[in-house]
């Protein structure tokens, strides 16, 4: 669904560039439910607008769906963006219009002329009320912005993203603004979307929390991809490192997410902060030396 090669990105002002990406590598499969995370700064919210046509790249390769947006043209953009990616933004003001009831926010990407979606008022009304459906939000159609809390908001902002099909859902801290408990509840509708659907979500994140209720984590430090988080069963990692025995015992249904850190094609990895300062290295250099089969790293 989504390949980028040494993605740049670069915004300028009068006297002062920001390298907001610095050679992102990063493939999304087709059906997948991942989450990118990273601190203020990192580029994930930038990565998201690159991947939504809303902003362009500087540099590198960036393929959606078969389409290299590098390539394609304003007019051809604005056709990606109605009928490739629906997305959800954390600000409900950008997700709802205050003064339509629910069902007419979601009616309303409808009249933007995508083939295959309803022309007529009756079925795009329907289909909004399908949509509703499918985000559990049925009976609260004809309410408006003022009567909804925040989660009700936000899944209604999920619904709108999906009014024109698309095949990649795209979601900026879709729980920012919500409690733990309603947290939960967004996600699994995403998780139900991603399976009922078949559609591909990426989600964009500081929650470690709901980070750590999907399959595939990606991190993101000083714009680049820096590790991988990869939830498995806790049967398959005992199996993985040679405990057959353990393995066999191990509930089905536990997981366990290992974090694998990310070489770019120059076999280039980002070291975390955390683990240098945990063997007291200090300055730009360390020493690596093979021991046993493993790569080690120690203080100069």
């Known amino acids: 669904m989504i390949e980028c090669e040494n993605l740049v990105k670069i915004y300028k002002t009068a006297d002062t560039e920001v390298l907001a990406l610095q050679g992102l590598e990063l493939t999304v499969k087709k059906g997948e439910l991942m989450a990118i995370i990273g601190n203020s700064g990192s580029g994930k919210s930038t990565f ?14 960036l393929t959606v769906n078969g389409l290299d947006l590098f390539k394609l043209s304003q007019k051809e953009l604005v056709t990606y963006k ?13 997700n709802l219009i205050p003064y339509l009831t629910a069902w007419e926010n979601v009616a309303m990407p409808m009249m933007m002329g995508k083939p295959g979606i309803p022309k007529s008022s009756r079925g795009r009304r329907d289909r909004a009320r399908q949509l509703l459906e499918l985000v559990g939000m049925e009976k609260r159609q004809n309410s408006r912005l ?31 603004s919500v409690d733990v408990r309603t947290s939960d ?32 984590v990606v991190a993101i430090r000083d714009g680049k991809t820096s590790s991988e988080f990869i939830t498995r069963s806790l049967k398959e990692r005992m199996a993985s490192i040679g405990d057959l025995s353990d393995a066999d015992a191990a509930p089905a249904e536990e997981t ?6 990310v070489m770019d094609r ?10 240098l300062k945990e063997i007291g290295a200090e300055g730009n250099k360390v020493k690596l030396e093979v021991e046993d089969g493993h790569i080690v790293i120690k203080p100069q």
């Open 48 to 61: 998201l607008n690159m991947i939504g046509g809303l902003d362009r790249p500087s540099a590198g390769t």
């Open 266 to 275: 120059a076999h280039r990895l980002q070291i975390p902060e955390a683990m």
């Open 256 to 261: 366990v997410q290992e974090e694998f850190a």
């Open 146 to 176: 003022s009567e909804l809390s925040g989660g009700e908001q936000q899944r209604i902002a999920i619904a709108i993203a999906l009014a024109n099909d698309p095949v990649l859902l795209l979601a900026d801290e879709p729980t920012g």
């Open 185 to 216: 509840y967004i996600l699994d509708v995403f998780r139900r979307l991603n399976e009922e659907l078949g559609i591909t979500v990426v989600i964009v994140t500081h929650d470690r929390h709901l980070a750590k209720k999907v399959n595939r």
């Open 82 to 94: 109605r009928d490739v990616v629906g997305f959800v933004w954390q600000n409900n003001a950008r």
